[in-house]
């Protein structure tokens, strides 16, 4: 069983375009994170979510909206896709908050690529 | 200064090497650190902890130097399976923050 998993894996849109990604944790763990890992390799945190509530929100346009309708469950939804949204997105979770020695598990990441 | 930083390498060694990597961090705050290794086109999959005192898992060892603010990961008898890109992450109260991370090529 895929302990983390995102849908889609490869995403490829115009411009403008609105789009989702979703995630599933089947750890049972309380807390997800979405990050973006552009062409330089560099991963950023971008939100993080504890049983559902919002608690980390990075600088990220607000065209980026996480919804977390349960905590197994963190969907990103993009609007007004723009040519520097294009890179790997991971999702992942652990098992408490940021901080602690959790060890974080990353789903399989979601290539977009913004035309 | 960056929050965390890396030496982006590339690091070439051959098989059987010793290769040391280092990571400096800027929050003297940081309460949790960790080495995480990624496979090109992979996700990032924990390495290790790294504890206060040091720790070591196999041919891996890591360590934490608190007042100057770097960790370190040295891989003893390199394999051609240790070919990846090691990120470092250094955590604080709801913060995570990752290394560019270095890439390592073991080679025959």
């Given amino acids: 069983d895929t302990a983390v998993s995102q849908t889609p894996k490869y995403l490829v849109t115009q411009m403008g375009n609105d789009k989702s990604i979703k995630c599933e944790q089947n750890l049972g763990h309380d807390t997800m994170y979405w990050y973006k890992q552009d062409s330089k390799k560099f991963l950023k945190i971008m939100f993080s979510y ?3 509530e ?12 996480p919804k977390s309708p349960d905590k197994a469950h963190l969907n990103l939804h993009i609007n007004s896709l723009e040519l520097g949204d294009s890179a790997v997105y991971f999702c992942a979770s ?5 901080g602690a020695y959790n060890e974080q598990f990353f789903g399989p990441g979601t290539r977009l690529t913004v035309l | 200064r960056k929050e965390v930083e890396q030496d982006p ?9 010793t290769v040391a ?10 309460q949790s650190f960790f080495w ?6 992979k996700e990032p999959k924990l390495l290790m902890s790294v504890y206060s005192s040091g ?3 196999g041919r891996f060892t890591a360590q934490l130097n608190r007042a100057s603010q770097y960790i370190s990961l040295l ?8 070919s990846a890109t090691y990120l470092c992450v250094v955590n604080g109260y709801n913060d995570m923050r990752f290394g560019a991370g270095t890439r390592l090529t073991v080679k025959p």
């Fill in chain 1, 54 to 65: 919002l608690i980390i929100n990075e600088t990220v346009p607000n065209r980026f909206s």
């Fill in chain 2, 55 to 57: 720790n070591e898992d």
């Fill in chain 2, 9 to 17: 390498g590339p690091f070439n060694v051959p098989e059987g090497a």
């Fill in chain 1, 50 to 52: 504890n049983n559902k």
């Fill in chain 2, 21 to 30: 990597f280092n990571c400096t961090y800027s929050n003297s705050a940081s």
């Fill in chain 2, 75 to 82: 891989i003893r008898d390199s394999k051609l399976s240790d």
């Fill in chain 1, 94 to 98: 652990s098992r408490g908050l940021a």
């Fill in chain 2, 36 to 41: 995480y290794r990624q496979d090109c086109r």
